[in-house]
């Protein structure tokens, strides 16, 4: 089996502006507002989790390798996130701004989902949410 190559450097077709571009200044702050939850933000946009209007949010996902057009409502899976989840986050870290990689048992996921189901063809792939 041969090693992946790297993905392809971009880079030079950046703009200027793009180039230039630093961190926000707001978001360096972030880890700090994190670290401390009695920490009242006025600044860089985290309202506190209990302003959130949702107790839960959910989905009726088709199982795996089937599609929805061709399940039953029955055999849909039921997800749900609720205010506490248990072993993920719960719905006010997944509502809540964070940082650019999303929310970390959902980025791990996501990561782990595409690695198994869409095998990239990069060795240095990541993934956004």
């Known amino acids: 089996m041969t090693a992946k190559p790297h993905s392809v450097d971009l ?3 950046f703009t200027e502006a793009t180039r230039v571009r630093d961190n926000s200044p707001l978001k360096s702050l972030t880890k ?8 009242l933000s006025l600044g860089a946009g985290l309202p506190h989790p ?4 949702f107790a839960q949010i959910g989905a009726h996902v088709a ?10 409502p029955a055999d849909m899976l ?3 996130v609720t205010t506490s989840s248990g072993a993920i986050e719960g719905l006010g870290k997944f509502l809540q ?13 996501t990561r782990e ?8 063809k990069y060795v ?3 993934t956004v949410v």
């Open 78 to 80: 039921n997800v749900s």
């Open 11 to 13: 880079s030079e077709f």
């Open 32 to 39: 700090y507002m994190e670290a401390d939850p009695t920490l």
């Open 97 to 109: 701004y964070g940082n650019g990689r999303g929310v970390p048992s959902y980025a791990a996921f």
């Open 124 to 126: 240095d792939w990541d």
């Open 113 to 120: 989902h595409t690695h198994r189901v869409h095998d990239p």
């Open 63 to 72: 199982p795996a390798g089937a599609s929805v057009a061709n399940t039953a």
């Open 50 to 53: 209990s302003t959130f209007p």
